[in-house]
């Protein structure tokens, strides 16, 4: 018979149990990934796995941040689930709050960099609008919402309606074309305004109506998420991480023929073939750290993983500074970053080594800052 003692050891046992080590690593994965390939030495010298696609087709750089929104659907049920996913004062106004201050800081960031180089303090003629921060403002929030005024039976309907009616409006609306006569680069401009839109032959890869796929991305991450956490038993949740993985990974690849995979427009077959790959992946970390206990290796990624947004705004702050504090040098002005590269990096190492070289070391300063915070416990939520 077991005793009180015993009893209070067991549920604490049953409870740290139930949390999976390998979501905070996937998510510290994902964010250091993504400091990786945005920061590289040159943008002139980048190895082909380390740079986006150019246009249709998928690179492993293209995982990295649709991997973060579908881990952002999983952790979004889990944080619901404490209201018991009923629409009340207080979570409504938790969602909105967290929405509005991660597109706050997401403009914060446009901002801070627009001053870094021009000099300006009101360069609003200039500032983008959206953007990585901002889209996952926008998905989380209507996420959120969703998951409080809908049945949760009815949100694959409603993903499957955003993504079909999405690929109507590639079809019809020119959306598979590099250049401003596509639909997306016209409602952006129109709604928003070139000088606030990234240039990219006239598409913005964060644009308006591109977020409607990006929110039924976070959807699937969202039912994952219930699928996973319903269940008890750690094999269970694997196999249906795998399933539901390699369902849509080959539905992603098989529909590609006629809706090509393209991260830039966020084509519904790209939402597909990531969130597939996502949970697949998802499914190896749970097997490898929370099953089979191999967690040394994986201490480097939760230092980013407890912390994943708060380092992803330290990084970018940390990159607008180094590229824009400037100094004489060889009679001329230098950036910090462009003396690390060209002066320290690239002579040593070669053009392409080198600049991988910067990208590792900026991961590496990233990552003593999350270290910190994770050791003392601290944990910056946003």
């Known amino acids: ?53 150019e246009w249709n087709g998928l690179t492993p750089t293209d995982l ?52 870094c180089r021009t000099h300006n303090p009101l360069p609003f003629d200039n500032i983008r609008i959206l953007g990585v921060m901002q889209r996952l403002a926008l998905s989380y929030g209507v996420t959120a919402i969703v998951a409080l005024v809908m049945s949760h039976k009815r949100i694959p309907y409603l993903i499957f309606v955003l993504l079909a009616g999405y690929f109507g409006i590639l079809f019809f609306g020119n959306g598979y074309e590099y250049n401003e006569t596509n639909i997306l680069s016209v409602v952006d401009r129109a709604i928003l305004g070139t000088n606030h839109m990234y240039k990219d032959n006239g598409i913005d890869p964060e644009g308006l109506l591109s977020t409607l796929p990006a929110i039924a991305h976070v959807l699937i991450g969202f039912c994952c998420g219930k699928l996973l956490m319903e269940v008890k038993d750690i094999h269970e949740k694997i196999e249906r991480l795998f399933i539901i993985g390699t369902v849509l990974t080959f ?17 519904p077959t790209f939402v597909l073939t990531t969130c597939g790959l996502a949970s697949s992946f998802l499914a190896l970390l749970v097997w490898f750290i ?93």
């Not at 949390?19 to 010298?45: E, F, H, Q, Y």
């Not at 690849?253 to 991260?263: D, E, Q």
């Not at 060209?342 to 900026?362: R, W």
Request: some cysteine; hydrophobic content about 50%.
């Open 64 to 115: 990295v941040f649709p991997f973060f929104m579908f881990i952002m659907g999983i952790s979004t049920y889990i944080s619901l689930k404490k209201y018991n996913f009923e629409l009340n004062a207080q979570a409504v106004w938790k969602i909105l709050k967290r929405t509005v201050v991660i597109f706050a800081i997401g403009l914060g960031i446009a901002y801070f960099s627009l001053l």
């Open 251 to 267: 539905a992603g690849f098989l529909l590609s023929y006629g809706c090509p995979i393209n991260k830039k427009v966020w084509s």
């Open 290 to 382: 929370d099953v089979k206990g191999y967690k040394k290796w994986s201490r480097f990624f939760e230092s980013f993983g407890v912390n994943p947004l708060f380092i992803y705004v330290t990084a970018a702050v940390l990159s607008i500074l180094l590229s824009n504090i400037k100094f004489p040098y060889a009679e001329d002005v230098i950036s910090l970053h462009g003396y690390a590269y060209t002066v320290v990096l690239q002579p040593a190492l070669g053009d392409y080594a080198g600049s991988l070289a910067f990208a590792l070391l900026f991961v590496a300063l990233n990552w003593v800052i999350g270290h910190v915070l994770y050791k003392k416990k601290i944990y910056i939520k946003i």
């Open 1 to 53: 018979m077991n005793t009180n003692k015993e009893n209070r050891t067991l549920q604490r046992d049953t409870k740290a149990s139930q949390r999976l080590l390998a979501l905070d690593v996937l998510r510290g994965i994902t964010i250091a990934g993504m400091i990786l390939v945005n920061n590289p030495g040159s943008w002139g010298k980048i190895y082909a796995p380390l740079s986006h696609a």
